[in-house]
T-cell receptor, first 111, second 123 residues
């Protein structure tokens, strides 16, 4: 079945440093979504990418969808303590309509 | 309500007891999902409802787990004879998309909205 892998599992950064998390699928994705889960909270939708090679920005966050639609990345510029949390990617593979989530990348920002 | 509502928010139960977890999705959302998240882990898919039917139950860990949805709205996840390994956060989510099983893949706009979760501890 389809698997969605995320790396790294954890990332410690100093406030102001950049951060990137990568998501890779074993199969082609029709679209990919990113969610953020604050400690003790629930996942909250951030963005959806649909087109091959698509790039979207939300303030300091940049989301990319690979040309082959098998990988994606989330890059945060100049991290702040409010960015702390676990970032999940999720996507269905062809034939699957259930959002399959990666294990997430936990971002720890040191002031 | 404005968001996905889950109850109870916290539940401590003794091993061997049955528990029921309730989910009230966003009004009008046809799709409903149950996920489980163990401490520090990712989201494990359990079951999906489209309306009142559950086309995909493949994620249910064992026959102790069952779920139903009535009136295309509220869903209940039941765990019978709970075990310590059932301890986790049970997250319910809903979305607007109407899935066409003949056209696989999510459609644009299928944003999933999660509830706060039900934190289950089996002692």
């Amino acid at each position: 079945g389809q698997q969605v892998m995320q790396i790294p599992q954890y990332q410690h950064v100093q406030e102001g440093e950049d951060f990137t998390t990568y998501c890779n699928s074993s199969t082609t994705l029709s679209n990919i979504q990113w969610y953020k889960q604050r400690p003790g909270g629930h996942p909250v939708f951030l963005i959806q990418l649909v087109k091959s090679g698509e790039v979207k920005k939300q303030k300091r966050l940049t989301f990319q969808f690979g040309e082959a639609k098998k990988n994606s990345s989330l890059h945060i510029t100049a991290t702040q303590t409010t960015d702390v949390g676990t970032y999940f990617c999720a996507g269905p593979a062809g034939g699957s309509y259930i959002p399959t989530f990666g294990r997430g990348t936990s971002l720890i920002v040191h002031p | 309500g404005a968001g996905v509502s889950q109850s109870p928010s916290n539940k401590v139960t003794e091993k061997g007891k049955d528990v029921e977890l309730r989910c009230d999705p966003i009004s009008g959302h046809t799709a409903l999902y149950w996920y489980r998240q163990s401490l520090g882990q990712g989201l494990e898919f359990l079951i999906y409802f489209q309306g009142n039917s559950a086309p995909d139950k493949s994620g249910l860990p064992s026959d102790r787990f069952s779920a139903e949805r009535t009136g295309g709205s509220v869903s209940t996840l039941t765990i019978q004879r709970t075990q310590q390994e059932d301890s986790a956060v049970y997250l319910c989510a809903s979305s607007l998309v109407r899935v066409d099983l003949n056209s696989p893949g999510m459609h644009s706009g299928n944003t999933i909205y999660f509830g706060e979760g039900s934190w289950l501890t089996v002692v």
